[in-house]
């Protein structure tokens, strides 16, 4: 029933038009499918795969990059190597895509670094080795420019 469920929140969701609305649906659905432990790994490496497929289609930079810190929530179901570098580069696409969306808003990118720094933080505690410590001292630099970069255009 699980399965069926699955199926067609992802049909509606596939099926919606508006990239905010869509937006939202999408990491509700991962956020809810995060904590539940009812559907095996294969199922849920074909969702990861669906939804970063749904990630990369939204046009805005800073939906992308939010959409894959989402998904990067799947992988606590894993805890083979292969799944881990798959939540590495999901982390690290997160990160292209809010340093190309810093380029046109640097306050978006604020929280998305935040947020980003945050989810390094969870899966370094967690003890997931695709994590290293300077990484996240890179974040804080980020957060820190981008804060310069938020004063500066406020002050023109």
Known sequence: ITSDIVSK?????????????????LINFINNLSVISCIDQKEYKNLCTKFTSIANS???R???ANSMIAIS??????????ELDEC??????????????MSTNPKSCLFLYITLVNKYLYFLEKDFKVIVCKKVSRFLDKINNCIKSIKAESSN
């Not at 929140?9 to 649906?25: A, F, G, N, R």
């Not at 929530?73 to 190597?81: D, E, M, R, T, V």
């Open 62 to 64: 800073s939906d992308q």
């Open 9 to 25: 929140l992802l049909e509606i969701l596939e099926s919606t038009k508006d990239s905010d609305k869509k937006l939202d649906l």
């Open 88 to 101: 590495k580069e999901c982390l690290e696409s997160a990160l292209e895509y809010s340093d190309y969306a």
């Open 58 to 60: 939204f046009v805005k």
């Open 73 to 82: 929530n799947l992988y606590n179901h894993f805890s083979y190597p292969k």
